[in-house]
């Protein structure tokens, strides 16, 4: 099991940029696949990024492509999210997520593990 804490949220003018970072527990973090997902007000969860084994093999939301990079740190057991050129919709809680690696091929079916979020808003 792995346990998950997502910092750096925060609060950004439009076109700013923030770095979120989400720590986790445990001695085989290189073995997980970790995950974005994002929750705005009144809407469901989703995607963002992902990255499955090194910082090489990444997948993004097409709203985010461009302007937003997952990559870890398997020697910090962290996963990190730049964002920059943020846009107001991009406001929303952010989530980290960890599954098992062995689960995925080049995408993962689906994650266990999620931290508590960290809130980012982006005026205009």
């Known amino acids: 099991q792995v346990q998950l804490v997502e910092s750096g949220g925060g609060l950004v003018q439009a076109g700013g940029s923030l770095r979120l970072s989400c720590a986790a527990s445990?001695?085989?973090?290189?073995?997980?696949?970790m995950a974005w997902y994002r929750q705005a007000p009144g809407k469901e969860r989703e995607f963002v990024a992902d990255v499955i084994g090194s910082s090489t093999n990444t997948w993004y939301a097409d709203s985010v492509k461009g302007r937003f990079t997952i990559s870890r740190d398997n020697t910090k057991n962290t996963v990190y999210l730049q964002m920059n050129n943020l846009k107001p919709e991009d406001t929303a809680v952010y989530y980290c997520?960890?599954?098992?690696?062995?689960?995925?091929?080049?995408?993962?079916?689906?994650?266990?593990?999620w931290g508590q979020g960290t809130q980012v808003t982006v005026s205009s």
């Open positions: 445990g001695r085989t973090f290189s073995s997980y696949a």
């Open positions: 997520a960890a599954t098992h690696e062995i689960r995925c091929g080049s995408t993962c079916p689906g994650y266990e593990y």
